[in-house]
């Protein structure tokens, strides 16, 4: 089955240190999303790739940074986490962002800053 | 800016009993789209229902099917026969083009609890 692949599923990382979050696809969608989801609140998009366009969110933090070296794999980079930071982070893909298409979601990834 | 408000944080229902999430949204615009996503404990969220707000026509899937006031801007999900897979955090999401690009804005979600 078509689907969306986040490693790993539990990522525990200490506070300062970098961490990198994974995303592969295998639907071939154009275009992969990075939300952040803190508990009891709804998914906040950190940003996404159209192709190999990034588009950053306007309040999305120096501290993310995400890279894309195939249509396949995306990549979440936390520089330096804080433990606000602590949150399920979650990767989605859509064939488009030009039209209202939906997004399909991976499990996502835990993230525990200590 | 966009507001997608779900008032119910936690709810619960009778398995096989018919239970209605309720989600309101904010915005000036007449075209958009409105979706509710399933996320079931610890696995991927999924698409339950879309509406495209220039249908009149309520969607529906299944035992799934939505009640859509534009007037009201209200979206409520109605699940019919809930069966115990349906627990799990239901997310009203809101659309719209934005400088040509379509974003999701997300409610905070409401967690469904279907009972044996």
């Known amino acids: 089955d078509a689907m969306v692949i986040q490693n790993p599923r539990y990522q525990v990382t200490q506070f300062g240190k970098p961490v990198t979050l994974s995303c592969s696809q295998t639907?071939?969608?154009?275009?992969m999303y990075w939300y952040q989801q803190k508990s009891s609140q709804a998914p906040k998009l950190l940003f996404h790739?159209?192709?190999?366009?990034?588009?950053n969110e306007a309040d999305t933090p120096d501290n993310f940074q995400s890279r894309r070296p195939n249509t396949s794999f995306c990549f979440l980079d936390i520089r330096s986490p804080g433990l606000g930071d602590a949150a399920m982070y979650l990767c989605?893909?859509?064939?488009?962002?030009?039209?209202?298409?939906?997004?399909?979601f991976g499990p996502g990834t835990r993230l525990l800053v200590l | 800016a966009q507001t997608v408000t779900q008032s119910q944080p936690e709810m619960s229902v009778q398995e096989a009993e018919t239970v209605t999430l309720s989600c309101t949204y904010d915005?000036?615009?007449?075209?958009?789209?409105l979706f509710w996503y399933k996320q079931p404990p610890s696995r991927q969220m999924i698409l339950v229902i879309r509406?495209?707000?220039?249908?009149?026509q309520n969607a529906t899937e299944n035992r799934f099917s939505v009640n859509f006031q534009k007037a009201a801007k209200s979206f409520s999900l109605k699940i019919s026969d809930s069966q115990l897979g349906d627990t799990a955090m239901y997310f009203c999401?809101?659309?719209?083009?934005?400088?040509?690009?379509?974003?999701?804005?997300f409610g905070t979600g409401t967690r469904l609890k279907v009972l044996a």
């Open positions: 989605a893909t859509s064939s488009s962002t030009t039209y209202a298409e939906t997004q399909y």
């Open positions: 639907l071939n969608h154009n275009v």
């Open positions: 790739y159209y192709d190999k366009d990034f588009n």
């Open positions: 915005t000036s615009e007449n075209n958009y789209y």
């Open positions: 509406q495209e707000a220039y249908k009149q």
């Open positions: 999401a809101f659309m719209k083009s934005n400088s040509g690009t379509y974003k999701y804005i």
